[in-house]
Structure formats: structure tokens, C-alpha cells
């Protein structure tokens, strides 16, 4: 569903040059649902508004299904936005009308499409829990009804792609385990693609994969160990090793990020020492000559 292959973004202004994403690769599977973690600047939203058509890559390979977001025109992108790509934001208020009901809300992005169709539209609310709801403006709903309705909104074009920008980020943890139930449930019945950005490690018991960035590279990988276990927010305790192995990941040229906490232990900075003994690779902090370990 998603391959970037050496993934570029460059920002570039009069004064200043930001390499936001330096040769990124990651693969998503067609129905997965995974999430990407990452200290702040560290690329992943940058790589969501990729996908999510906001934002043009600057070099290398990025496809979404049978698109190519790099060569991709503006007409295909506003096709792409509309028919294959939904959204979810953090901030409601650019999720929302504020004048309209959430069933209103949901109907619009299907009158720019150019056919409404309200039965859906109900349907949707309905899958998030708003049946009662949706008559209602958006001053009468909280804050966690308002993200449930723009997961609605995110839907309301029959999407294969799902994007989620820290969307349990403003809710309480009883809100936040509803949120990831009602992912879980929408990927597992209609198999639509999900890709998660947060910085809330407990939501990583919710998804198969969780893939960290850092300095605008794949840096680890964890994979649920038991598929089958599913754990709320409220019932994560402890690591997310705990829950899920985990792996580095190597591109192309066999390069890799050794996690940052292994080279703190070993006290490695700049250059390491690697040796391989015929069944393993062994990296440590390099010696000088008389023996003492260099710093």
C-alpha cells in the first residue's frame, strides 16, 4: 500500500536549508494498521503529510497504492486527496464546521466529491458511536465526540488509506482506548490501511508494527509478538519491549541506527569498532593502540 525508497524532503528559504527526511524507507502492507513514533522533529510528520498529499517529497521513491506522489500533478493530487487518502488532525477545528451538525460535517466532503450520500454518511456515525448524536452542532458535542466525528469525515469517501496525526492527543485515556477500538474495528471489518504518528507509546499494545524515526530515518522496528493480544491504553504497563521484538532496520547500502540508548551504554560516539566471529557482528567503542577505549 505504501513504499518510500529513500525518501528526501528538503524546507529551503532565503536564509536557512532543513533537511526534514534524509533517505527514509518504510513499506506498509494493504490492510495493515501500524504506527510511526519519533521525538519532535524528527520527520514522521513531515512523512504524513507526504502521504497524505499536504506536502511534495523532494527526491527519491514514495508510492500509495498506484500512485506516484513524486511525479503526481495537481489535478491527480486533488483526485488522490479525495478518493484514495483520508485525514485525521490532532486539532479538531480543522477537522470541523463549527456551524453544522456532525452529520452536515460528514456530508460535506461528499458534495465536493458531487454525490451525497446520507445513508452512508449516518452509517458512519453510527460506527462511531454518534447514532444519537448527529443532529448535533458541534458546541453540544466534547472534545471526544468531535474526533469522532472527524474520523467519520476521514471515511465519508470510502478511502483505502487512513492517516492519524496524533489523534488521541487532546482526549482523555477513556476517550483515547474508544479512538483505537473504533481503528481496530474499521480496519479489521472494511480492511482499510492505517497509519498512526504518535508520541504515546501505551497505543503501540493497539497496532501490529510500530516503526521509530529519528533524524528523518527508519531507525527500529517492533512487531507484536502475539498478534492476538490486544490491550488498551489503560491496561499497557511497562516497556513496549514487553509487548512487541524489536529490530533495526537496514536500507539499501546496508546501513543501519544502532538505537541511541545501546551506544549511551557502551559510550560510542562518532566511530565504532566492528568485528564479526562467523555467527554474529560485534560493535563496540574502538581502542587505541596501548588497549584504553577511546571516548
Not at 488498551?232 to 514487553?242: K, N, P, T, V, W
Not at 539499501?252 to 562467523?278: C, H, N, T, W
Given at each position: 500500500?505504501?513504499?518510500?525508497?529513500?525518501?528526501?524532503?528538503?524546507?529551503?528559504?532565503?536564509?536557512?536549508?532543513?533537511?526534514?527526511?534524509?533517505?527514509?524507507?518504510?513499506?506498509?502492507?494493504?490492510?495493515?494498521?501500524?504506527?510511526?513514533?519519533?521525538?519532535?522533529?524528527?520527520?514522521?510528520?513531515?512523512?504524513?503529510?507526504?502521504?497524505?498529499?499536504?506536502?511534495?517529497?523532494?527526491?527519491?521513491q514514495v508510492r500509495v497504492g498506484e500512485w506516484d506522489l513524486l511525479k503526481i500533478t495537481d489535478e491527480q493530487l486533488v483526485e488522490?486527496?479525495?478518493?484514495?487518502?483520508?485525514?485525521?488532525?490532532?486539532?479538531?477545528?480543522?477537522?470541523?464546521?463549527?456551524?453544522?451538525?456532525?452529520?452536515?460535517?460528514?456530508?460535506?466532503?461528499?458534495?465536493?466529491?458531487?454525490?451525497?450520500?446520507?445513508?452512508?454518511?449516518?452509517?458512519?456515525?453510527?460506527?462511531?458511536?454518534?447514532?444519537?448524536?448527529?443532529?448535533?452542532?458541534?458546541?453540544?458535542?466534547?472534545?471526544?465526540?468531535?474526533?469522532?466525528?472527524?474520523?467519520?469525515?476521514?471515511?465519508?469517501?470510502?478511502?483505502?488509506?487512513?492517516?492519524?496525526?496524533?489523534?488521541?492527543?487532546?482526549?482523555?485515556?477513556?476517550?483515547?482506548?474508544?479512538?483505537?477500538?473504533?481503528?481496530?474495528?474499521?480496519?479489521?471489518?472494511?480492511?482499510?490501511?492505517?497509519?498512526?504518528?504518535?508520541?504515546?507509546?501505551?497505543?503501540?499494545?493497539?497496532?501490529?508494527?510500530?516503526?521509530?524515526?529519528?533524524?528523518?530515518?527508519?531507525?527500529?522496528?517492533?512487531?507484536?509478538?502475539?498478534?492476538?493480544?490486544?490491550?488498551?491504553?489503560?491496561?499497557?504497563?511497562?516497556?513496549?519491549?514487553?509487548?512487541?521484538?524489536?529490530?533495526?532496520?537496514?536500507?539499501?547500502?546496508?546501513?543501519?541506527?544502532?538505537?541511541?540508548?545501546?551506544?549511551?551504554?557502551?559510550?560510542?560516539?562518532?566511530?565504532?569498532?566492528?568485528?564479526?566471529?562467523?555467527?554474529?557482528?560485534?560493535?563496540?567503542?574502538?581502542?587505541?593502540?596501548?588497549?584504553?577505549?577511546?571516548?
Amino acid at each position: 500500500m505504501i513504499l518510500c525508497d529513500g525518501l528526501v524532503k528538503i524546507y529551503k528559504s532565503e536564509e536557512v536549508e532543513v533537511v526534514a527526511l534524509q533517505g527514509l524507507n518504510i513499506q506498509v502492507e494493504p490492510g495493515e494498521m501500524m504506527a510511526i513514533i519519533g521525538n519532535s522533529g524528527s520527520g514522521k510528520s513531515t512523512l504524513l503529510n507526504i502521504l497524505g498529499g499536504l506536502d511534495r517529497p523532494s527526491a527519491g521513491q514514495v508510492r500509495v497504492g498506484e500512485w506516484d506522489l513524486l511525479k503526481i500533478t495537481d489535478e491527480q493530487l486533488v483526485e488522490y486527496k479525495r478518493k484514495t487518502v483520508g485525514f485525521i488532525w490532532q486539532n479538531n477545528a480543522r477537522n470541523l464546521l463549527p456551524y453544522l451538525t456532525a452529520l452536515e460535517n460528514v456530508e460535506m466532503p461528499m458534495m465536493l466529491s458531487g454525490k451525497v450520500d446520507r445513508a452512508y454518511a449516518k452509517q458512519l456515525l453510527e460506527w462511531v458511536g454518534l447514532k444519537e448524536r448527529m443532529h448535533n452542532k458541534l458546541q453540544q458535542l466534547s472534545g471526544g465526540e468531535q474526533q469522532r466525528v472527524a474520523i467519520a469525515i476521514s471515511l465519508c469517501n470510502r478511502p483505502s488509506l487512513l492517516l492519524a496525526d496524533e489523534p488521541t492527543g487532546s482526549v482523555d485515556s477513556e476517550t483515547s482506548d474508544r479512538i483505537m477500538s473504533i481503528f481496530r474495528r474499521l480496519n479489521r471489518e472494511i480492511g482499510i490501511t492505517i497509519v498512526i504518528v504518535t508520541h504515546d507509546m501505551s497505543l503501540a499494545s493497539s497496532v501490529d508494527r510500530v516503526v521509530a524515526i529519528r533524524d528523518g530515518m527508519t531507525s527500529t522496528e517492533f512487531v507484536k509478538r502475539n498478534p492476538n493480544l490486544d490491550l488498551s491504553a489503560a491496561e499497557f504497563h511497562g516497556s513496549i519491549r514487553d509487548v512487541h521484538e524489536e529490530y533495526v532496520v537496514l536500507d539499501r547500502a546496508g546501513r543501519l541506527q544502532v538505537p541511541k540508548a545501546y551506544l549511551e551504554e557502551l559510550g560510542i560516539s562518532g566511530k565504532a569498532s566492528m568485528e564479526f566471529d562467523g555467527e554474529k557482528i560485534i560493535i563496540r567503542a574502538p581502542r587505541q593502540l596501548d588497549g584504553t577505549t577511546l571516548k
